[in-house]
């Protein structure tokens, strides 16, 4: 058998990829609901900004 270690070499790989995904994950504490609130208003800040540039 040549390729005996390929398994071991991608399940390594894998790993050491969902490791560094986890890292990126931000955990900011909020719930749904408050993330979904949070959320809304960046989006309506940055279309009255967009509205305004349009204006200008």
Not at 20 to 31: F, I, Q, R, S
Request: net charge positive; glycine share 6%.
């Amino acid at each position: 058998m040549t390729r005996g270690n390929q398994r071991d070499l991608a399940r390594a790989k894998n790993q050491k990829k969902l490791k560094d995904a986890a890292g990126k994950k931000a955990d900011d504490g909020l719930t749904h609901q408050q993330r979904k609130e949070r959320d809304a208003e960046l989006m309506r800040k940055k279309q009255e900004q967009a509205k305004q540039a349009k204006t200008a």
